[in-house]
């Protein structure tokens, strides 16, 4: 067994020294992914703007105006977000000034993206579908994996190693490649556990954890 159910435990976070955050989020009003460092100000649409209009209708990267679903961060500071309806994705690079828009790849809707250990980026559909870039860096060039996820959503993907890296989702799905991706396998490990798994994190490769809803935590054990 890879994971451990762990008991609920309150823990407070303490502030980490040279840790960045994430570009400035507005709830309500985003307008060209003003990126860290950047000086806040707004833009006429178009100036400033990458050219190129996105599937949702936004055209250039200064004129998004909503929320993000998710926001993901590389270890080297760049950072992938996706749009609160799923329909396209932004990112951010350091020394960019705005936020850019790119169409999503796929024609179901985008659950979440992040960042592979090698640089690349892994994509997360509504309906199961995982996807992998190809080659490293940002692109829009997305190739479909297979994966047995018994009909459930795949909601987040953590990466233990370049070659490693374990996935969860709906009614306690977890998978595991060994590969960096091309393969992945069912892991049992949360099979009787009644809850959604949400979110994977390594802190390193000897430590990661699943969280789930309803207090649920594993814990890696190797």
Do not use: C
Not at 19 to 39: F, H, L, M, V
Not at 73 to 90: E, H, I
Not at 146 to 160: A, K, P
């Amino acid at each position: 067994m890879a994971y451990a159910e762990d008991d609920p435990v309150l823990s407070r976070s303490k502030p980490q020294k040279n840790t960045k955050a994430a570009p400035p989020q507005d709830s309500s009003n985003i307008r060209g992914g003003e990126g860290p460092g950047a000086t806040r100000r707004r833009q006429k649409h178009g100036e400033g703007a990458s050219p190129g209009t996105v599937s949702s209708g936004i055209s250039g990267a200064s004129y998004y105006t909503g929320t993000f679903n998710t926001v993901n961060r590389s270890p080297d500071g760049r950072y992938v977000a996706v749009s609160s309806r799923g329909n396209f994705y932004l990112t951010w690079e350091p020394g960019q000034p705005f936020w850019q828009p790119h169409n999503r790849a796929v024609a179901r809707r985008i659950q979440n993206m992040g960042w592979r250990a090698d640089g690349g980026l892994w994509l997360l559909v509504r309906g199961g579908g995982l996807y992998l870039s190809k080659g490293t860096g940002v692109t829009e060039e997305f190739e479909e994996v297979s994966v047995q996820s018994r009909g459930f959503g795949i909601l987040d993907i953590g990466y233990r190693s370049e070659e490693e890296a374990w996935a969860a989702g709906g009614s306690g799905i977890l998978l595991r490649t060994t590969n960096g991706g091309k393969t992945w396998t069912r892991d049992k490990a949360a099979d009787n556990i009644a809850a959604n798994l949400y979110s994977v994190k390594f802190i390193n490769d000897r430590k990661g954890f699943v969280l789930g809803n309803d207090g649920v935590l594993l814990r890696y054990l190797g």
